[in-house]
């Protein structure tokens, strides 16, 4: 439901990923193809949100040339930490579910046999979890997992930390009492998908 609210606040689903790439990367600037990309949206309606964000002066054009492999010289965009609302519009958007959790249990069962997917970090607003999801499953290919996961970020506005493991090395790591597990059930977390039957 917040994630819709957010939607119709920002008037489009464009504006309320731009708004999320932003303010949940502040230390990072994005080219207008970059944030096309990482928001998996139109390049003219990237554009022109970003034109209109700026104008505002919620975000600043940078041009630099990037020390990155790969990364030319180009105007990138960055939030502007000093604009007037600054502060109450960051709060917003990080309060705001980062993902619809109907959406995320749809696009997991596509995966594979999905048997247990574990919300954490991000999800649950939380900066300082061990991971943002726990996987665990069979059957899932590489190519899928990654499909997957470049259409969550698009939603939640940044990179999603994840662990994945297949059934078997999961019921022998937790019944190890693994530190690494324990952690992620230990901390606020959501589970969305559970056929494990774990607490």
Request: hydrophobic content about 40%; cysteine-free; aromatic content about 8%.
């Amino acid at each position: 439901m917040a994630q819709e609210i957010l939607e119709k606040l920002f008037e489009s689903p464009v504006k309320a990923r731009l708004l999320k790439l932003f303010l949940r990367n502040l230390n990072d600037g994005f080219t207008i193809e970059e944030a096309t990309k990482k928001t998996r949206s139109d390049s003219s309606g990237v554009e022109k949100q970003i034109k209109n964000m700026t104008a505002i002066g919620l975000l600043q054009s940078q041009k630099s040339v990037r020390k990155k492999k790969g990364k030319g010289s180009g105007v990138y965009y960055v939030a502007n930490q000093d604009f007037e609302f600054f502060n109450e519009l960051r709060s917003l958007v990080l309060k705001s579910s980062p993902a619809s959790h109907e959406k995320l249990q749809d696009k997991l069962k596509k995966l594979g046999r999905v048997k247990l997917a574990v919300l954490s970090g991000v999800f649950v607003n939380q900066d300082n979890g061990r991971v943002d999801l726990l996987l665990i499953g069979d059957g899932i290919t590489d190519n899928k997992m990654h499909s997957f996961l470049k259409e969550v970020e698009a939603e939640v506005g940044k990179e999603v930390r994840y662990a994945f493991m297949d059934t078997n090395e999961f019921h022998y790591r937790f019944s190890m009492f693994d530190r690494f597990i324990l952690d992620i059930l230990e901390r606020p977390h959501e589970k969305i998908i559970n056929k494990l039957g774990i607490e």
